[in-house]
């Protein structure tokens, strides 16, 4: 089954810049997908199709892709965006979702 | 504003069937296509099940498939989600998601329904 692995645990001082990554245990050309879930909230989508940010979320957001591995970056980190990120994408037939184990955001 | 409104969990016995609804506003529901989304509680997300626009393309995780089923009502803008034999480890927050597209990412979520399997 298809797999995407992520780091549990980064964490970064308010200003710094945090990069979560997420990789793909085989050659996928799907796209990746964040989600950015904080404390008994449901989930919020931050970044779509590897790169794209939708409208309402701060320019710090951005993401990038290359071969097997999606990064999610958070420019100037503020004590808001503690939360925990998840990384999603689909096998390579299109029809499966996966999400990543999820990647805890901590600000110092 | 896109709402998503999930009912119909609750605490049931192993073995057990539960039917959970996701009641759909605020945008053109049979234009796209939907999730079920689980979350066991202290735990990450799994993705459980899609069902696209017109209930042609359903797709489910290994974990569930043969004992849920997904199914929509475009005329009552309503998801929903068939669980029979039902194991302690189905036990998580399920949530409704909308996808952003055909068959894209999800772009809105419910605040997810609480199912817990204990006998």
């Known amino acids: 089954s298809y797999e995407l692995a992520q780091a549990p645990s980064v964490s970064v001082s308010p200003g710094q810049t945090a990069r979560i990554t997420c990789f793909a245990d085989a050659l996928s050309r799907q796209y990746t997908y964040w989600y950015q879930q904080k404390a008994g909230q449901a989930p919020v989508m931050v970044i779509y199709k590897d790169t794209e940010r939708p409208s309402g979320i701060p320019e710090r957001f951005s993401g990038s892709s290359s071969g097997t591995t999606a990064t999610l970056t958070i420019s100037g980190v503020q004590a808001e965006d503690e939360a925990d990120y998840y990384c999603?994408?689909?096998?390579?037939?299109?029809?499966?979702?996966?999400f990543g184990g999820g990647t805890k955001l901590t600000v110092l | 504003e896109v709402q998503l409104v999930e009912s119909g969990g609750g605490l049931v016995q192993p073995g057990k069937s539960l039917r959970l609804s996701c009641a759909a506003s605020?945008?053109?529901?049979?234009?796209?296509?939907m999730h079920w989304v689980r979350q066991p509680p202290g735990k990450g997300l799994e993705w459980v099940s899609s069902i696209n626009s017109n209930s042609d393309i359903i797709a489910y995780a290994d974990s569930v498939k043969g004992r849920f089923t997904i199914s929509r009502d475009n005329a009552k803008n309503s998801l929903y989600l068939q669980m029979n034999s039902l194991k302690p480890e189905d036990t998580a927050f399920y949530y409704c998601a909308k996808a952003m597209g055909l068959w894209h990412g999800m772009d809105s979520w419910g605040q997810g329904t609480l199912v817990a399997i204990s006998s």
């Open positions: 605020g945008f053109t529901f049979d234009s796209y296509s």
């Open positions: 999603q994408s689909a096998d390579s037939s299109g029809t499966l979702w996966v």
